[in-house]
C-alpha cells in the first residue's frame, strides 16, 4: 500500500476531487494547512501597517491506496493541479506497512478498498 500526499493550492480542491472520482478514488482525507516554499510569502498592508504572511494557506490531501494505483493516483493529482505558476504544491508517495479498518477488523489491501 501506499500512501499520497499531496500540499495544493485551495482553489485547486474541487478538480483533485473530480480527478480522484474519474479514476475510482472514493476515499480521501483533506486538511487545511499552512506552510511556504519557494514561494516565501508575501506583504499586506492592514489599517496602515505592513506585515509580513509568511506561510501561504494551501490544501493537503491524504491518499491511502494499494501500490497499483498509486502512479495513477499521483498523475491524476499532477494534471488536475498544475497551473504553471510557482506554489502549485507537491506530492509525496510514503509506503504503507498495514492498515486496519476499525469496524470491521479488515487489515492490508482489504481495509482501504471501497467494498
Do not use: N, W
Not at 485551495?10 to 480522484?20: Q, R, T, Y
Amino acid at each position: 500500500m501506499k500512501k499520497i500526499e499531496a500540499i495544493i493550492k485551495p482553489f485547486k480542491l474541487d478538480d483533485a476531487k473530480e480527478a480522484l472520482s474519474g479514476i475510482g478514488i472514493q476515499g480521501l482525507t483533506v486538511s487545511e494547512v499552512k506552510g511556504f516554499g519557494r514561494q516565501k510569502g508575501h506583504t499586506e498592508l492592514y489599517r496602515g501597517a505592513e506585515y509580513v504572511v509568511d506561510f501561504l494557506p494551501k490544501i493537503k490531501l491524504e491518499i491511502v491506496v494499494a501500490d497499483d494505483l498509486a502512479e495513477k493516483v499521483a498523475l491524476a493529482l499532477q494534471e488536475a493541479c498544475q497551473t504553471g505558476r510557482i506554489g502549485d504544491g507537491k506530492i509525496f508517495v510514503l509506503p504503507v506497512d498495514d492498515a486496519l479498518r476499525i469496524r470491521t477488523g479488515e487489515r492490508g489491501d482489504l481495509a482501504v478498498s471501497t467494498q
